[in-house]
């Protein structure tokens, strides 16, 4: 069974930077696509960054030129790495994968449970 699981949010200064991980557990063969959405209090999930199968990326606007997102298909990793960080971009990060499972192409689509990321002033 796979599971996806995330780490790297924390708290951390305006201007700072963060890595943020989503590790699939289980056996893969690799990783369609992964996405990276965040929820602040009181506002709609978002869609921060994408990343698909040949490497082609978009981002939201209020996150280009700021946050990179790439995978690493031989450790089953999506990450998403943050530079100059501001208050706004406090949120819970949540990814959601597609990965494929087996030679026949079983794919299989999860999300992780979250993790913070508290940007002060």
């Known amino acids: 069974q796979v599971q996806l699981v995330e780490s790297g949010g924390d708290l951390v200064q305006s201007g700072g930077s963060l890595r943020l991980s989503c590790a699939a557990s289980g056996t893969i063969f690799s990783i369609n696509y992964v996405d990276w959405y965040r929820e602040a209090p009181g506002k709609e999930r978002e869609l921060v960054a994408s990343?698909?199968?040949?490497?082609?990326?978009n981002y939201a606007d209020s996150v280009k030129g700021r946050f990179t997102i790439s995978r690493d298909n031989a450790k089953k990793t999506g990450y998403l790495q943050m530079n100059s960080l501001k208050p706004e971009d406090t949120a819970l990060y949540y990814c959601?994968?597609?990965?494929?499972?087996?030679?026949?192409?079983?794919?299989?689509?999860?999300w992780g449970q979250g993790t913070q990321v508290t940007v002060f002033s």
């Open positions: 959601n994968a597609e990965v494929v499972l087996d030679s026949f192409g079983t794919t299989w689509n999860g």
């Open positions: 990343i698909v199968r040949d490497g082609s990326t």
